[in-house]
């Protein structure tokens, strides 16, 4: 009886020594999943701002950024009418043909004058309901009816023509920059009025003012009937601004060196392609058999997606492995409407014993790799999304900075959030 006690307990020893120095011998190693999370706002239009009201013989200018694929739509009151005004296409003013080259010169020819379709013509230059004459915004007959050009109207007055009433010249400033002049040459004409504060937005392939042939918003029609341009202005630049997707990228695990980028070191090939094109697909080969890199692998296709994207606002990578004390994380993602930026960040993947876990966005930064100068955000034609093809643009020193090219861009924390998730294994 004896004997079997100090031989259970002599076994008992022996397995609690055996595992003790299995924990001596294994490193406590954790798994991590990290997401990438694109939360940017989304934006409908990329610039927008107001006109003054231009006077018989006085013009307004506005200046603007704005890149192959960008439009011009603006609009401003035809002031001796009740809802009249001048404005392009609902579809705008495309800033740049098929080869890049930018629209320049005196464009009246593609503004028209429009009926909103929210208030009875009456004979222009005396309607007691019109806004010179009118005893209050919004007065005058209801018309019910829906946008259309004025030529089209046929309500029986006679207009001026529009080339008498005013002229409309776009310069191209260098780069991605234009300033656009709205001249009221009603002055020399025997039909003189003023045009109303209006409104101008630059956007993508959009009706962001009105839809030929469709009801007017009311904000249009406060625009059109009374020449206020508060609300319309004020919707299209709440809607405006730089947004970015974000591209496949690159992760590391390593000990020594981060062998994907340094601050002061020349940018690699691979990371060339990456920073410029989205396009991290030189890595996996390069980093194959680095000395101190533990784990790698590119992450190329958004979660719940079927292919290799980008990710737009609200979309995210995600990406698994495992690591053990001493062990840091790097990795870096395009942001694709610039010439050579990526976010990246080294993260220490164990602090005070545990892995860690949470959100390590505010660990990132914005940085320029340094081989393309660096055009207007979101604009350049030589950024990823307008290029005529993989690396074009013109070349720089290669050293990798952190970015310093004197344009705004969103905090990366506006842009992404990236979190880690870990336990313990
Ligand atoms: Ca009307
Ligand atoms: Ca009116
Ligand atoms: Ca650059
Ligand atoms: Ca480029």
Redesign the pocket.
């Known amino acids: 009886m004896k004997k079997t006690v100090y031989l259970s307990m002599a076994v008992f020893f022996t397995v609690l020594l055996l595992s003790c120095k299995e924990d001596e011998e294994m490193n406590p190693t954790g798994s991590f999943t990290v997401t990438i999370q694109n939360i940017s706002e989304g934006k409908a239009y990329f610039d927008a701002g107001m006109t003054d009201v231009i006077l018989p013989g006085s013009n307004y200018s506005f200046s603007f950024h704005a890149g192959k694929g960008h439009y011009l739509s603006f609009a401003t009151m035809f002031v001796q009418s009740?809802?009249l005004f001048y404005a392009p296409e609902d579809t705008g003013i495309e800033l740049y043909n098929a080869a890049g080259e930018p629209l320049t010169g005196d464009v009246t020819g593609m503004v028209h004058l429009w009926d909103a379709g929210t208030?009875v013509n009456q004979e222009p230059g005396f309607?007691s309901?019109?806004?010179p004459r009118?005893s209050g915004?919004?007065?005058?007959m209801n018309e019910n009816g829906n946008v259309i050009l004025l030529v089209d109207v046929n309500d029986g007055f006679s207009y001026p023509s529009d080339q008498e009433i005013l002229s409309l010249v776009i310069e191209h400033d260098g780069g991605t920059m234009f300033t656009v002049t709205i001249n009221n040459v009603s002055d020399a004409g025997s039909f003189q009025t003023p045009l109303a504060p209006g409104t101008w937005v630059v956007h993508g392939e959009a009706q962001p003012l009105f839809s030929s042939g469709a009801v007017a918003s009311g904000d249009l029609e406060d625009l059109a009937?009374?020449g206020i341009n508060g609300p319309i202005s004020d919707g299209l630049i709440q809607n405006s601004g730089f947004v970015t997707p974000f591209a496949p990228g690159v992760w590391a695990v390593y000990t020594m060196s981060n062998p994907i980028y340094s601050v002061g070191q020349s940018s690699s090939v691979d990371l060339e392609s990456l920073a410029e094109d989205g396009d991290p697909s030189g890595f996996p080969g390069s980093l194959n058999g680095v000395s101190g890199v533990e784990s790698f692998d590119i992450f190329t296709t958004p979660m719940g997606g079927a292919s290799p994207a980008p990710i737009f606002p609200g979309e995210q990578y995600t990406f698994e492995f495992d690591a053990q004390p001493g062990d840091k994380l790097v990795f870096a993602t395009m942001l694709v409407q610039s010439n050579d930026l990526f976010i990246g960040g080294v993260i220490d993947l164990f602090q005070n014993g545990p892995p860690v876990s949470g959100d390590i966005t505010s660990q990132l930064h914005l940085y320029d790799a340094m081989t393309e100068v660096n055009e207007y955000p979101g604009a350049g034609i030589n950024q990823a999304p307008r290029q005529s093809g993989p690396d074009t643009g013109t070349s720089e020193n290669g050293m990798v900075n952190l970015v310093n090219d004197g344009f705004d861009y969103p905090a990366v924390t506006d842009m992404l959030r990236v979190s880690v998730t870990s336990r313990q294994n």
Not at 137 to 140: A, C, E, L, N, S
């Open positions: 009740n809802d208030e309607g309901d019109q806004a009118q915004p919004d007065t005058g009937e009374d």
